[in-house]
């Protein structure tokens, strides 16, 4: 260094001057480098994960409480509309999968006489068209269970080497919401969406490899079984100098959902609703608007998934499709009913909002022509208030009385200037 010349800053702990790094903090008597805090960070991170002392994790540290089947039906009725036996196998299926859990953690290192009858795990199936509450339902039940929850997308994934996500990033989210407690994560709850469509794309499988499909399928396999996984907590591919974490699955609950497009075709053929020549006819009718009722394993594995996945999801369950006064309830009965979200809305604003029945009639109407179950009814909502909502001076009628009123002649008029009708059925 020549004379006279100030000496460069440099980071203490990874030595890189101030010219190589984005910030260099100084000390009393050191400098530290963006870089190096981000990875001491991680490192916290991931010290406090293994001891569970974060405020989270406290969330999640409370003992498992057990509830009844008749009090997890009570509670999801009072967010859920319909789905009576939906909700009734689901209820029995998570409580049994608990009653496990808590007897596991009961009997770690006590030998009991019960010891020799093995309880195994029951994973869910949920069968039901688009909209008609199969995430809802997941989602409810967590957080009656105080569990940890997440939902993952099964699309993304791919087979382990491929352009895409590894199913050992479902871990990684679900250790992301209890703040990398894995005692906490090894008892929660993981809904994987859209399950149908990583069915397999051909009959016979050895013709060319199907990495989004089934080569995810026979990655899912160990982990819906119960295995002891590595997962990296920030995702493997992005950071790949990261400790892996070990996440034991043989207590965390997995729901799979999909809405399984075309397995009626499958179903129909199967329970013979053409009888032709001399074929045995059934003895009770068929209900053909709801042949969802009738799924099976076999219809499932025809469907495209794998038997192995088939046989680690035992409790399929079908959900039925929303009728006009399903979907009228749904409007206005459950707590969070999304008619009384816009009333209070809108009762910040000072105003009242008053929808009357015959217009309610019509938004569930409408949401069965467009076939998007209840998720159609917040467009149609969307649709007729907007324009309240943007201006609401101009849509109300009795100003002194601060009061809009919605009616089925306003809502038809809204929902036809808001170009809805494109997603009109053919």
Do not use: W
């Not at 290192?109 to 688009?130: C, F, Q």
């Not at 295995?227 to 609950?253: C, F, S, W, Y």
């Not at 594995?301 to 999801?313: C, M, N, T, Y």
């Amino acid at each position: 260094m020549a004379k006279g010349r100030k000496p460069v800053e440099y980071c203490n702990f990874c030595g890189r001057g101030a010219d190589e790094v984005m910030m260099l903090i100084s000390g009393l008597e050191a400098q530290i480098c963006d870089d190096c805090i981000e990875k001491a960070h991680e490192i916290l991170q991931e010290q406090s994960g293994r001891a569970g002392s974060t405020s989270k994790s406290t969330r999640y540290g409370q003992p498992l409480r057990l509830i009844p089947p008749r009090e997890i039906k009570a509670f999801l009725d009072q967010y859920v509309i319909g789905q009576d036996e939906a909700k009734k196998v689901l209820s029995v299926a998570v409580y049994n999968h608990y009653k496990r859990v808590q007897r596991l953690e009961a009997s770690k290192g006590k030998a009991t006489e019960t010891d020799a009858v093995e309880i195994e795990k029951s994973n869910i199936l949920l069968v039901g068209h688009t909209g008609t509450g199969k995430t809802l339902l997941a989602k409810t039940i967590a957080r009656l269970l105080n569990v940890p929850f997440t939902i993952v997308d099964a699309t993304v994934f791919t087979e382990a080497g491929y352009v895409g996500e590894d199913v050992e990033s479902i871990l990684s989210r679900l250790l992301q919401v209890c703040d990398y407690d894995v005692t906490a994560a090894e008892r929660g709850i993981v809904y994987i969406d859209e399950i149908d469509k990583i069915a397999r794309k051909q009959d016979n499988p050895s013709i060319t490899r199907d990495v989004s499909g089934e080569g995810v399928q026979q990655a899912l396999l160990k982990m819906l079984e119960g295995a002891d996984v590595l997962v990296p907590p920030q995702g493997g591919r992005k950071h790949p100098e990261q400790k892996m974490v070990k996440v034991n699955t043989e207590n965390i609950l997995f729901i799979c959902g999909g809405a399984f497009d075309g397995i009626e075709k499958i179903i129909a053929r199967r329970v013979n609703t053409q009888v032709i020549g001399y074929a045995k006819a059934r003895t009770e009718p068929i209900d053909r608007d709801n042949l969802l009722r009738y799924i099976s394993a076999q219809d499932v594995k025809q469907f495209g998934l794998i038997p192995e996945l088939v046989g680690r999801l035992p409790v399929i369950v079908h959900l039925d499709p929303l009728d006009a006064d399903t979907l009228q309830k749904i409007l206005t009965q459950p707590r969070n009913a999304l008619l009384r979200q816009y009333k209070h809305l809108f009762a910040m604003e000072g105003i009242e909002l008053e929808i009357t029945p015959d217009a309610i009639e019509y938004i569930a109407e409408k949401a069965i022509e467009y076939k998007l179950g209840a998720r159609g009814l917040r467009s149609l909502c969307e649709a007729i208030l907007t324009d309240a909502m943007f201006d609401p001076e101009k849509e109300i009628r009795d100003t002194r009385a601060k009061k809009l009123v919605v009616d089925r002649q306003y809502a038809a008029e809204k929902v036809g200037h808001s170009g809805l009708d494109s997603l009109k059925a053919a």
